[in-house]
């Protein structure tokens, strides 16, 4: 599909912005999710079924039949992708969002009903301390990627490089995440669709949501964690993700190496992003 091609900064040579090392990172979201009103999976029918004995056929299953129900209720992302001429926006030099235009978007988020979402106790979300600030700036990539995130500082290996989930916004069905998409302008509706990802839900009901990332951090470009991924121009390395060994806050990321001031920040989401699940939401 046409995310599949996509730069998180708006180029054209990987995946849309997805990180794979928050592939975990979601599996406690629908537990929340389900006693939060806004998502209360009433939207997708019901909550699933899904018991820790069922196999995760019977799973899958259920997730199709909720696709299902929602397919036929709008436009499929290619759809909405044409209807907004996302294509054309492609070939010109792509918006870096300042602070208020991301403020206005989790704004908007929240005036839709949107809420962050909270864990079973015990869970390690973020260990950013109060008033974090990412070290880093979004701006054109000099090699064709379009935008992407850059060091503001040298960030020595280990190092908090993002913290905190209070800039992402999760829809649990295609209906809420059409809404979204729906009161935006056609070049920000054309960047959320780039940078919104369906995450599988690990947790009890192995639900699976749509997350994006409303912060510059979602501008975050990929490399693999080994290196020349196929035809990105100097086998960049992903330097961003959690370190081997070290636990991490769900939502937190480090510098895996010694990251130089300008260096452009990689994270390797080789592992996660399954088109397919795109359709469980009907988009
Ligand atoms: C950043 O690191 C580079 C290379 O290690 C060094 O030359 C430079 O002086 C450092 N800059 C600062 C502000 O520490």
Not at 92 to 106: G, K, N, S, V
Not at 172 to 179: D, L
């Amino acid at each position: 599909m046409g995310h599949s091609v996509v730069t998180a900064g708006g180029g054209t040579v990987f995946m849309s912005a997805t990180m794979s090392r928050r592939t975990a990172v979601l599996s406690w979201l629908l537990l929340v999710l389900l006693s939060s009103p806004h998502f209360a999976v009433a939207e997708n029918g019901g909550s699933s079924s899904c018991s820790s004995s069922a196999s995760d056929q019977e799973c899958s299953r259920e997730s199709d039949a909720i696709g299902e129900s929602s397919r036929s209720r709008g436009p499929t992302l290619r759809q909405l992708e044409r209807q907004r001429r996302c294509d054309a926006q492609e070939d010109e030099e792509r918006h870096i969002y300042t602070q208020e235009d991301w403020e206005r978007l989790r704004r908007l988020y929240r005036d839709q009903g949107g809420t962050t979402v909270e864990y079973p106790e015990g869970e390690v979300m973020s260990v950013a301390p109060p008033g974090f600030v990412p070290p880093m700036v979004a701006r054109q990539t000099a090699d064709g990627k379009g935008r992407g995130i850059f060091a503001t500082r040298n960030i020595t290996k280990g190092s908090m490089t993002y913290g905190g989930k209070d800039n992402y916004a999760f829809f649990s069905t295609g209906e809420a995440f059409r809404r979204f998409v729906g009161a935006l302008s056609d070049s920000e509706a054309c960047d959320v669709m780039m940078w919104a990802w369906p995450q599988v839900n690990m947790g009890r009901d192995f639900e699976t949501l749509i997350v994006v990332l409303l912060d510059s951090n979602s501008l975050q470009n990929h490399a693999s964690k080994n290196g020349g991924h196929g035809g990105l121009k100097g086998g960049q390395v992903a330097n961003t993700g959690c370190p081997r060994g070290m636990e991490c806050g769900m939502f937190d990321e480090y510098a895996l190496i010694d990251i130089r001031e300008g260096d452009e920040f990689l994270c390797d989401y080789d592992d996660f992003f399954d088109a397919d699940l795109w359709e469980e939401f009907g988009l």
